[in-house]
């Protein structure tokens, strides 16, 4: 798990997943590490804009690497989840609502709940107990993170799952990389829905695997009636919504 626009004045704040078993992982990992090359550990805002390892290379040495890193991801077909909030319609919703707030937090943790509570809630459908280890990309909103999982694991858990949460940085845990890029590219495409895909994103969702939800302007009210739903332990009362893209997300195809 990843986010984007937390640190910035971006107006999109994204939390991302892909979600594999540790094997599949590791074999993932070796592929990656030698498409990556030269580059050490892959941030995907820094490659955008030139920064970090990516300072002084020419547009087409970094598009040949983006390509390689893309095929990948694609290769492999992870099923993904990246959730986004336009962050000023996501407080104006949320004015007065202290008992939303008390218990989700910034939106960032509201963003960071969701993509928890929606595999969960997946895993729960398919009727897998088999345990979950949610690795995060470290970040300032550890405790955050930490006080909305253990609510997740306490309430929208039903199967009483082994589920665990542990924060770390992208260098020692280099699956993070990738969801990095799904954060960052879902973050470029819920700016503005109506716009065309970035090439980018459609080679990271190229048929329909990722689930994608954007909340806006337009159905900022959905998602709020889902975190009272959440907050109330209504799992069973939630549906997807008019923000939602699912079209495969299947943990049971990752085996």
């Known amino acids: 798990m990843d ?82 909030i336009h962050m000023d319609e996501f407080r104006k919703a949320m004015a007065g609502r202290d008992d939303l707030r008390e218990s989700l937090g910034e939106p960032y943790t509201a963003c960071f709940q969701w993509v928890t509570q929606a595999i969960m809630n997946i895993a729960d459908d398919l009727g897998s107990r088999e345990r979950i280890g949610f690795v995060h990309e470290a970040n300032d909103y550890k405790r955050e993170a930490e006080d909305s999982f253990e609510w997740v694991k306490g309430h929208g858990n039903p199967r009483r799952t082994r589920i665990g949460l542990v924060f770390e940085k992208k260098a020692k845990y280099v699956p993070l990389q990738a969801a990095d890029a799904l954060a960052y590219e879902g973050n470029k495409r819920f700016r503005d829905p109506s716009r065309q895909a970035r090439r980018s994103w459609l080679a990271l969702n190229p048929d329909g695997r990722i689930i994608a939800a954007h909340y806006g302007r337009e159905n900022m009210q959905e998602l709020i009636d889902r975190l009272e739903k959440i907050r109330d332990g209504k799992f069973s009362d939630i549906d997807f919504g008019s923000g939602w893209n699912r079209a495969h997300f299947d943990l049971a195809s990752i085996g």
């Open 3 to 84: 986010e984007s626009g937390i640190h910035d004045t971006s107006p999109v704040l994204t939390v991302a997943a892909y979600v594999a078993r540790r094997e599949q992982w590791q074999d993932w990992t070796k592929r990656w590490n030698v498409a990556k090359r030269p580059i050490k550990v892959f941030h995907a805002v820094d490659c955008a804009n030139f920064n970090g390892e990516f300072k002084g290379w020419s547009e087409e040495n970094r598009d040949a690497l983006v390509i390689r890193l893309l095929k990948v991801i694609n290769d492999t077909d992870f099923p993904g989840i990246v959730i986004g």
